[in-house]
C-alpha cells in the first residue's frame, strides 16, 4: 500500500525548531520529487519547500528561506524539513507530497500525506 505520513509536528515557542518527517511506504521516496506544502487557519494550502526527485536541488520560499532546510535519507525512505526560528505565523498543518518531474506547488500530485500539526506559540 503506498503511502506517505508526515509526524513530528507539535506546539514550540517562538523561536523554536521542530523537524517533520515524511515517512513513504510501498514506493521509493529516493526517486520522487517531495514537496512541502502548509495550511493555516482560514487559509488556502500554500507551497512552503520542495526537494527535486532527479538531483536533490533544494527551493523555498522567500518567507521560510533561510529558517528550513529540506532533506532526503534514502536509507529511510524519509524525507525532513527542519524549521528554525520559528514564528507565530507558521502555525499550520503541514503536509508532504510526491510526484514526478520538477518541483512543483501545484494541487495535483501522484500522493499526499495526511498532515501533521504545527502551532508556534508562547
Known amino acids: 500500500q503506498v503511502q506517505l505520513v508526515e509526524s513530528g509536528g507539535g506546539l514550540v515557542q517562538p523561536g523554536g525548531s521542530l523537524r517533520l518527517s515524511c515517512a513513504a511506504s510501498?514506493?521509493?521516496?529516493?526517486?520522487?520529487?517531495i514537496a512541502w506544502f502548509r495550511r493555516a487557519p482560514g487559509k488556502r494550502r500554500e507551497g512552503v519547500s520542495c526537494?527535486?526527485?532527479?538531483?536533490?536541488?533544494?527551493y523555498y520560499v522567500p518567507s521560510v528561506k533561510g529558517r528550513f532546510t529540506v532533506s532526503r535519507d534514502t536509507a529511510k525512505n524519509t524525507v525532513y524539513l527542519q524549521m528554525n526560528s520559528l514564528k507565530p505565523e507558521d502555525t499550520a498543518e503541514y503536509f508532504c507530497?510526491?510526484?514526478?518531474?520538477?518541483?512543483?506547488?501545484?494541487?495535483?500530485?501522484?500522493?499526499w500525506g495526511q498532515g501533521t500539526q504545527v502551532t508556534v506559540s508562547s
Open positions: 507530497a510526491a510526484d514526478r518531474g520538477g518541483c512543483s506547488y501545484s494541487e495535483v500530485q501522484l500522493y
Open positions: 510501498g514506493f521509493t521516496l529516493a526517486y520522487y520529487t
Open positions: 526537494i527535486s526527485g532527479s538531483n536533490d536541488s533544494t
